[in-house]
C-alpha cells in the first residue's frame, strides 16, 4: 500500500517517498537551490536578506536549505540563528552541533523528512547574516 501524501508547497497528491514535496515541486526547489548557490559563488557572503530580494526567493526557503545543510552561516556569532535541536549550543549550519551530529548520525535519517516542520520556530528571525556554500566533502 503506497503512502499518499500532499505536497506541503502545492498540495498535489503524490507517493511519498521521503520527501514532504512531490517531484514536480522537488524540482523547483532544486533550481532555486541552484539560483542561491551561483548567486553566494558571485557574492560571497551576501546578505541573507539581500540574497531572498534579488532572486525572489523567501528567507524561510533559504533558512531551510542552511537547516538541510546545504548552505552555511558565516561570520559573528551574533549573526547565528540556527540552534543544536538536541543540546541547544549554537550552530552554523544543519540542525545539531558536531557532538550531537556524531552521536545522532543514525536517527538522523529518520528525521530528515521533518526539517521543514521544525523551521517554523526558526524562520522568524530577520536578522542578516552571511553564509557561503558547506563544502560537503569536508562532511563524514
Ligand atoms: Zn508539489
Ligand atoms: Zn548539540
Known sequence: MPDVRNCRRCGKVYNYIGNPLCPTCIQADDE?????????????????????????????????????????????EANIVLSCENCGKSIKTGRFCDICQSSLTTSLKKTATDISETLAGSSNSKKEYEMRFLNKNEKK
Open 32 to 76: 532555486d537551490f541552484k539560483r542561491v548557490k551561483e548567486y553566494l559563488y558571485k557574492y560571497p557572503g551576501a546578505a541573507m536578506s539581500k540574497v531572498s530580494e534579488d532572486l525572489e526567493i523567501s528567507v524561510d526557503k533559504i533558512t531551510r536549505y542552511l537547516r538541510e545543510g546545504r548552505l552555511e552561516i558565516v561570520g559573528e
